[in-house]
């Protein structure tokens, strides 16, 4: 946008001064808005302020900051060539309803599909704001919408594991730290599941390794269905997961252990060729055995453990009995 548009008073001017800092310093998309309507209506006293939102295939959305009625927030998507049913942030239905239209503005102002629309409502005898001043002020959100919008995309692609969603293994890691800290400073333990899945690398050799792929996808939804919100689960290794379990001690984690191997076996994995039964190995591990165990370690050789056994050293090594191509 060019610098050279005409501003209103200097109340003006310092209020989209401020607006411009505080959009620059804030990262966080939930309540940028209205934090910005705000700003704009100390700029402009005794002006009501809605911002029109609207991305490809969702429902248009209405922010308001002041009084105002459903019937002009339609209006104001009408005129800005914006169709659809709105969602109101607060419930305007009782508003008092402008007979005058609003001063607006629209972003991107060349596109047909018009994606923001800023509008003021002024009452009598108090500053009107400017065209150009809307203008910069819908350039600022924008902007800013952008921009948190891009930081949050980065920080998602910076902590999930991109085939199945579930905490990358340096995400995972950060989250084993936090809650080992919290849970000496607190004085709660903290728990955790080493999961390998049994036979995988027959599963890649016999079947591709998309029906691997697939079956890592399978199992790492099953381990997040298992555990509860609080929990966390991410990919540390090919086949390889664990799961967080804040405020649990050894013999809880042991229970949830045994509940998600069920869990597994009773979940195959199906492809229009195949269908799999999982079967995986889980060590478990908790700071309410040995405070200052590396508890991540310790479940570590716990589940390899586990598999050289004689009674599951066979299962681990073999292919599952139940596994099958279609239609054989």
Not at 86 to 114: H, N
Not at 119 to 125: I, Q
Not at 160 to 187: F, I, K, P
Request: charged fraction near 20%; include cysteine; proline fraction near 4%.
């Amino acid at each position: 946008m060019a610098c050279t548009q005409t501003m209103g008073t200097t109340g003006a001017v310092t209020g989209l001064l401020r607006l411009a800092a505080l959009l620059v310093g804030d990262k966080e998309e939930e309540g940028l808005v209205a934090r910005a309507l705000t700003q704009l209506a100390v700029a402009y006293p005794g002006t009501t302020w809605v911002l029109l939102e609207q991305a490809p295939g969702a429902r248009m959305r209405a922010h308001v900051h002041g009084r105002v009625a459903r019937s002009n927030v339609e209006s104001l998507a009408a005129g800005a060539g914006m169709s659809g049913p709105v969602d109101l942030d607060t419930d305007q239905e009782a508003m008092f309803s402008f007979g005058l239209d609003p001063i607006w503005s629209a972003w991107p102002s060349d596109s047909d599909e018009c994606r923001l629309a800023l509008a003021a409502w002024t009452d009598p005898g108090s500053q009107e704001p400017r065209e150009a001043e809307l203008a910069t002020a819908i350039h600022l959100i924008a902007c800013a919408l952008l921009g948190a919008r891009e930081l949050a995309e980065l920080r998602t692609q910076n902590t999930l594991d991109a085939l199945t969603g579930v905490l990358n293994r340096r995400a995972t890691m950060d989250v084993v730290a936090r809650e080992r800290q919290r849970a000496q400073r607190h004085g709660h333990p903290v728990s955790v599941l080493f999961v390998d899945v049994d036979a995988f690398k027959q599963i890649n050799d016999r079947f591709g390794h998309a029906t691997g792929d697939r079956a890592l996808v399978v199992l790492a939804d099953t381990l997040t269905r298992a555990v509860r919100a609080s929990d966390a689960v991410g990919r540390v290794g090919g086949d390889e997961f664990l799961i967080v379990l804040p405020h649990t001690d050894l013999e809880a984690a042991g229970h949830l252990a045994g509940r998600i191997e069920s869990m597994v076996a009773a979940t195959p994995v199906t492809t229009d060729s195949v269908t799999l039964p999982l079967r995986v190995t889980i060590g478990a591990s908790s700071t309410s055995e040995l405070r200052d165990a590396d508890i991540i370690d310790l479940a570590d050789r716990r589940m390899l453990h586990q598999k050289t056994t004689p009674s599951r050293s066979a299962q681990v090594s073999q292919p599952h009995p139940g596994w099958r191509r279609v239609g054989t």
